[in-house]
């Protein structure tokens, strides 16, 4: 489990450490044209973050679909734990609550590749203008 850590936030730490070490972060004194210009053995962190911004944005649409349809199944899970270790004497919840939290559960499970496929795949230009050839 350490080791998990040690990846997780160890490469990320590297990789912004180097940057501030190098006064590669912030926006810099150079702009940014459209085109891709690198000058000679100048890393430019901005043409890279940019690059990734746009990515961030449609993965954090993904996480909160994801999470949105996974909730079901951690109320699920939550209330089957809280059932087990005190008994409730409610047949509302055996019988409307369980079932619908089951559906919802099962579409949740389901429905994320659907998102993930109108995110990744009908949202972005680049996969659009190859289909459409």
């Known amino acids: ?18 940057a501030y070490f190098y006064d590669k972060l912030g926006n810099g004194t150079y702009s940014i044209n459209g ?29 909160l679909i994801i999470y ?7 109320i699920r899970l939550i209330l089957g734990f809280v059932r087990k270790y005190k008994t409730f004497h409610n047949n509302w919840y055996d019988h409307v609550i ?11 499970d389901s429905a994320q590749a659907f998102w993930n496929f109108i995110l990744f795949c009908v949202c972005d230009k680049t996969v659009r203008s190859r289909a459409k050839r």
């Open 98 to 108: 369980k079932q619908a939290l089951l559906y919802l559960h099962s579409y949740g």
């Open 35 to 63: 085109g891709r210009r690198f000058n000679r053995n100048v890393l430019q962190w901005n043409q890279i973050s940019n690059e990734l911004r746009r990515e961030d944005e449609i993965y954090c649409i993904s996480c």
């Open 1 to 18: 489990m350490k080791l998990i850590h040690v990846i997780i936030w160890g490469i990320p730490g590297v990789i912004t450490l180097t």
């Open 68 to 74: 949105c349809l996974r909730l079901w199944g951690i």
